[in-house]
Each structure stands twice: as structure tokens, then as C-alpha cells.
């Protein structure tokens, strides 16, 4: 095991990294910017090093500083985190050059899957079902009108170097083409400096459904389940849950068992998350995120597992300790993201926290970094806290929501609390009567 490890990054997430570290004897280091000088994951990690300004490319983002501060403490190994450097395979090829250890899979992994069209069609050699669509590339306007002929309308156009929603472009029909197409390569490239575009078959109304994988990187891996991550406000995630409110026993063993055994014959490493489509049945692979994601905790909740301690264990070539024949989901789990924002427009509101009270109880978990007196800096991402509930069943982790959003205090600034209030009132909610577009058709309406 490693006697010590470096977090990059901040937040509520260091502290989760710094967390399953300190109960595995393992000490840890911080980095921070100037900004986050008061940051509680500078507190309570053994050791803390400031690496830069508040912004982050000169800080979080800077690969020097982070490899300095591990050459400097004596960092074995390095967690990114979700965001920041986490996909970052030229990070991660720096960090082996250096004889340092990534939490995390390889960089020719982090590479194939960043990359939308190699992610799409490693994932079909391996048997994972994808969207029906180009088998690659399409650089020319003829090429395209061809393929989306034969696919049929509405298509959507991708950029390869894309991924989460950004660089992309519909067309409803034919007479929509050119238009889309000539505007999604031109904005790919200015965006991404990679002007290569996909097709696919555009779905109406799916659900978003991911499958948790994790890997040993030797051949061996298991699948944990779904999650039913449909709730999103321009492609950020607002709520999330699981198992999915659609997803049966049967449905989730026979998409996970082709999940893990696409990333066990790649020798993935760590944890992973399959992003799937569902609609009418049927799951079409999208994206995968070679990370540790924000909404991981569901998953721990209803498997009883650490992922984080599971990802140090297997990058310090430890074996894995999870099997699929223990693994059994029991119960129902729900994930909502507080952000520091103004309602309705969730405009960013960072500021002093003037008071600060977290929920309790049985089944209910509450990742955050906040504190009294905290002052939220305006440089970084808006997430102050993850609400996690973990009940019996799906109504009883909706009633634990209510309830514990009805203990949690955060006052002095503005946060995404009232949204979910409103939300545990509406009938599709209860119901789990929800795809991709609802709750932005939703918010539209209120
Ligand atoms: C799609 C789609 C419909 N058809 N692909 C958006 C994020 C990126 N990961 C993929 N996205 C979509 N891809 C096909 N072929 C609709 C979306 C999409 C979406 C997907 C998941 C969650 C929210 C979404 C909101 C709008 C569009």
C-alpha cells in the first residue's frame, strides 16, 4: 500500500479521497490555490501545499505544480478527483514518466475513451450496444446527407473530441443538413481544435442510465448496477438515483454483464462509468467517463462498497476485493446536487455561508466542504454539498429526502435547495415518471 498520496483537486471531493485514505492508514497531501487558503480539504489532510492562484489553469489544472508538490511531500500516488485533471491522459503520462503512481486507468484508456468515435467503436467490437449511426468520421456534407438516408431522420451531430453535451447539432430533416452539419465541424473545431463529427440516429425521449464498472486492470471486472441520472439542467446533473425507477433485475444483469466483460478484456483499471441511452427497452451506449464520478455515492448505498478505497487498493496493485457474486443491491438510493445558485436561472452565487446546520439520521449521507463562517470563492464550480439518501425502497428514500432536506441549513447565500422541494411534490417524481427533457420542460413551465 502506499504510505502516502496526493488529492488534486478541491472541495467535497478531496475530502471523500482524503477520507477513504486516513481509514486505510494511508497519509495524505493537499494542493490548493490562494483562493482556497481556508478550504476545509487543506484542514484536514496531513500535509497542505499551495500550488498557484485561484485560477485554475494556474493551479488545479497545472501539471508542473501538481508533480512538484508529490516530488516535494513525498507523494507516492495521485487521486484527480472528478473534473480538473481526471481525464486528462497527457497528466496521466507525465505521472508514470515520473515514477509517480495515477489513481485511475492508463492513459491510453483515458485517450480511446475521450475520444467519442474510438470510445464508440471500441465499444462495439466488444459487444456493447451503441446508437445506430456513422462508422466514423464524416468529413464531407455528401457523406452525410448518404448516412443519415440510410439511418433515417432526426439525426444528431457530434463532435469526436466532444462529450457532455458539448458540440452538438440536430437536424430534423433533410432540408436541415447542411446546415448542421457545416456549423457542427466549424464549431468543432474552433472548440475542441479537432474538427471531426460523427452521426448518429437522434432518440426522442430516452432516459440517461449509467452503468458502474470497476476493473483490476488484469483482466478482471464487475459491474455495480445503474443509475437513472435523466434529471439534468443544460447537461449538468440535478438529481440522481438508484437503482433506475425502469431498470429490473433481469434488464440490469444483462447490461452489466456486458459492461464488465467489455472492460475486463481491455484490462481496464479502477472505476468507470458506461453511459447508455434508454429507450423502449433498448440500451445505445454513448460516452464512457474513465473517472470516479459526483454521483458515485448512490452506488456505494445500495452496494456497501467504497469505491475510493477500492480504486487506492487497485492502484497500488493490490487485488480487487469486489466480486460479482457478492455484490447485491439492497434498496433504493438518491443523490441531489446543492449548488451555491439563484433560483430560476441558477446564476452562481458564491459568498459567505453564515450559517451551516447537516441533516442526520439513519440512511442519510451529506458530501460536503462547507463549514460556518465559509466563504465560497468565485473561481470554481458551484457544488457546495451532495444530499445522499439511502432507504428501503424508493418511496421511503423519497420521504428521507424531504426529511432531510427539511434539517439542512445553509444560509447567506442561494442554493438549489427550494428546487428540490418542489420537485418531491411533483407527481412524475414520485411516480419515477421522468426521461432526458423533463425537467427542463419542467422549469420552462414554472
Ligand atoms: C444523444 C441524444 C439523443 N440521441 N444522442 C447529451 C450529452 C451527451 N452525453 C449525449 N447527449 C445526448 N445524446 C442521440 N443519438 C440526446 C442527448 C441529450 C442528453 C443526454 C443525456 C442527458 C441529458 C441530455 C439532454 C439533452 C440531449
Redo the contacts with the bound molecule.
Sequence with gaps: MFEKILIANRGEIALRVIRAAKEMGVQTVAVHSTADSDAMHVRMADEAICIGPPSSNKSYLSIPAIISACEVTGAQAIHPGYGFLSENSKFVQIIEDHDLKFIGPTAQHIQIMGDKITAKETMRELGVPC?P?SPGEVDTLELANQIAEEIGYPI?I?ATA?????G?K?AASKSEMSDAFTTARSEANSNFGNPAVYL?????T?R?IEIQVFGDGAGNAVYLGERD??L?RR?Q?VFEEAPGPTIDAGIRQNIGKVCAEAVASINYAGAGTI?F?YENGEF?F??MNTRLQVEHPITEAIYGVDLVKEQIRVAAGLPMQLTQEKLKVNGHAIEVRINAEKLPNFSPCPGKITQFHAPGGLGVRLDSAIYDGYVIPPYYDSLIAKLIVHAEDRPAALSRLKRALGELIVDGVDTTIPLFNSLLSEEDIIKGNYN??WL?SWLGKS
Excluded at 466532444?162 to 458539448?166: L, T, V
Excluded at 448518429?200 to 426522442?204: A, R, S, T, V
Design positions: 446508437v449511426g444528431i457530434k466532444g462529450g457532455g453535451g458539448r452538438m440536430v448518429e440516429k437522434y432518440l426522442g430516452p440517461h441520472c435523466s439534468q447537461h446533473k453511459e441511452l445505445y454513448i460516452e432526458i427533457h427542463e
